[in-house]
Structure formats: C-alpha cells, structure tokens
C-alpha cells in the first residue's frame, strides 16, 4: 500500500532565529507541538547526532514513550537552514514504529519559509497500514498543522501555545455539545417522540390548530436538526455563536409566552436557555481568532 508522506509548510513573520529556538530547544518545543507531551535531550558528544527521549499522554493511564536523533543541520549562505530526523518507538501500542523526516527553515523577503515532511512505517501489519491510511495518518497530519499555526501565533501575536489550545479545545468542547442539544432537541421530542407538549406550546404560540400543529412542530424539528449538523460543518463558529445569542432569548420568550407554567417547572426553559446564553458568550469569546490547521499548506 502506498503512502503518502506528510507535508505541513506556514510563513511565519519572525526572526529565523527565534523560529529555529523554538524549534529546536526541546522546553519550547514541547510548549506547541502537539505531537508531544515532553522531550528531553541526552548527552552527546562533539560533532554526534543529537539524541532524544520523547512521551505522548494520550489518555490519564495511557502514554506513548518514543526516541528521537536528530542531525544534519545545514546552513547556507541564503541563510536556509533545515534538520534531519529519524524516530520511533518499542512500544507495540504506538500505531508508528519507525520513521524519518526534516524541517526545513527558508528566509524570505517578508517572512520564514517553515516547513516539515516526514514518513514512518506502522505497526499490526496490513491492519496498522489500513487504519494509518484511514485514521491516524489524517489525525497526526492535521496536529501537525494545527501545531504549526499555534507555533506561527505564539511568535508574531505573543499568545502563549497553553492559551491558544485552551481557547482551541474549549471551543470544540462547547460546538459539540451545541451539536448534541440541536440534534437532540429536533430529532426525539419533536420528530421521534412528536411530544404532546411540543404541539401544545407550538399551538399555543402561533394559535394553530391539531393537525397544523403537528406539522409546524415536525418542520421545526428538521431545523434543529439541521442547525445540528450545521455545528459540525461551518467553519466559522462565532457566527453560530452570535446567531445563539438572539436565538436563545427569542425561544426563551416565545416558550413563556406559550405555557408560563413551564416557569416553575423541574429543568424549566428559564434556567436552560440561560444556561445556553451564557455558554454562547463564552463560545464566542473564546472563538476570535483561535488556531486553525487551514492556515497551513498540506501539498508540496
């Protein structure tokens, strides 16, 4: 089975120096690249590759221990710089074994060239190959990416690669659970279970009758639902968050408007869609401007 090598290019406006630093020390590599948890150097002698130990904490109980050498640092006289790496690991857990690869540092006019390819061979045979080619490959591609546009954030914006994931994952955390509560709310009360509650207040709210509201509550449905998937698939979250913000209060509203008895219930839409309110405004503020893997060129 043939494989494709991973290639991740980003310009970044800063100094060669600080990049190659940042690259290079393992206290700051560690801080962005995704791929590692820690790196320390081992001893070496004058004019022998640099030697490493490497960890991944995939799981609380879980982590990847690897080894690293890394040599042939060239400098010419444009001032381009790259480094050679060969890695791997014993442990039959890790989905990669063996690989190689090299970064490479080109100076340009207005910005650093930063690039990097490497390769590995996999573990479990055909199996390992298969699943590397469908899962992990496009995974540790994408971290890499993603790892590089925080690396390029963190040297021209000054935003610390801890802050940025923080505002990365927590933006996800909360765009999944959106998805979930769309998908949810439209599909079982309204189109599954078709609630008698859900038409009651429908009903109520725009004064229709059985049958009508039945339909009305049905098309409802499939727009929650279709907002859903829209969590999933839109790139550009804030504008979801911002659209939550006047959704939210408008439901909240037309629902007490509807049955105001609903105000005093157990899980009432009162305290919900605050709730929902709140985590929008969170959503949004952590959202501007956070890392992104599409910031990076995949293809040589």
């Avoid at 991740?8 to 990049?19: H, L, M, S, Y």
């Avoid at 061979?121 to 190959?129: A, L």
Wanted: net charge positive; proline share 6%.
């Amino acid at each position: 089975m043939k494989r494709k090598p991973i290639y991740v290019e980003i310009p970044i406006q800063a100094d060669i120096e600080r990049i190659w630093e940042a690259s290079q020390t393992p206290s700051m590599h560690e801080q962005w690249d995704l791929r590692f948890s820690s790196i320390i150097y081992l001893p070496r002698e004058e004019g022998e590759p640099q030697t490493f130990t490497y960890t991944r904490t995939v799981l609380p109980f879980l982590q990847v221990d690897g080894w690293g050498k890394s040599s042939g640092e060239f400098h010419k006289e444009d001032g381009t710089r790259s480094s050679s790496l060969q890695f791997g690991t014993d442990q039959w857990i890790s989905p990669i074994r063996e690989g190689r690869g090299y970064w490479k540092y080109e100076p340009r006019e207005n910005d650093v060239k930063f690039l990097t390819q490497y390769d590995y061979d996999t573990n479990f045979g055909r199996i390992g190959n298969l699943a590397d080619k469908m899962a992990f490959r496009p995974l540790i591609g994408w971290a890499t990416a993603l790892s590089f546009d925080v690396l390029k954030r963190w040297l021209e914006k000054g935003e610390a690669p801890r802050s940025q994931y923080s505002r990365f994952f927590s933006t996800y955390l909360i765009t999944l659970l959106f998805a979930f509560i769309w998908l949810y709310q439209g599909l079982v009360p309204k189109i599954i279970a078709m609630h008698p509650l859900e038409r009651t207040m429908v009903g109520r709210a725009f004064s229709l009758t059985e049958g009508q509201s039945a339909t009305a509550v049905l098309t409802i449905g499939i727009a929650e639902g279709l907002f859903g998937l829209l969590w999933l698939f839109y790139r550009r979250k804030r504008h979801l968050f911002a659209l939550q913000l006047i959704v939210f209060p408008l439901l909240l509203i037309v629902a007490l408007i509807a049955d105001p008895t609903t105000a005093v219930h157990p899980f009432n839409p009162v305290t919900f869609n605050c709730s929902l309110i709140v985590l929008s405004v969170i959503g949004w503020f952590a959202s501007k401007d956070f890392p992104t893997a599409t910031s990076c060129k995949r293809k040589r």
